[in-house]
């Protein structure tokens, strides 16, 4: 008996998935059968790195409430937390998951403190 093997998306993050974000990945997900591994990484701030714990501790319940929405659309999700930078991270989990084929990214723009921060999807195929 064969083992089909699912292609996997990577979600990347720090803390916090958002909701236009956790939507789109969705979407990818159900249109082109893939699992998601959710990749939360290391803030980049250089006044304090967070430890992989305080990670863990930070994205508890963003990871939860993800997965049970996903569940919901019958997609499987895997949690990863690497404190390192997020091209460490990324890389990492590639080499432990090759059967990633896909990888989302939220690119956001700054503004000012007292407007919305506009966010931009950024989905690259991998090819293997």
Not at 10 to 25: F, G, I, K, M
Not at 51 to 73: D, G, H, N, S, Y
Request: with cysteine.
């Amino acid at each position: 008996m064969t083992t089909r093997i699912t292609p996997k998306l990577a979600l990347v993050a720090e803390t916090r998935l958002t909701s236009d974000l956790c939507e789109y990945a969705l979407k990818v997900a159900v249109r082109l059968d893939l699992d998601i591994i959710v990749l939360f990484v290391g803030k980049r701030n250089a006044d304090h790195a967070m430890t992989t714990r305080e990670l863990e501790q930070a994205v508890e319940e963003e990871a939860a409430a993800f997965t049970a929405r996903a569940w919901k659309e019958s997609v499987q999700v895997t949690t990863v937390v690497d404190s390192a930078d997020q091209e460490v991270a990324l890389q990492r989990l590639r080499q432990g998951n090759p059967d990633i084929r896909f990888v989302l990214t939220r690119a956001g723009v700054d503004a000012p403190d007292n407007q919305e921060q506009e966010s931009q999807h950024q989905l690259t195929v991998i090819r293997q």
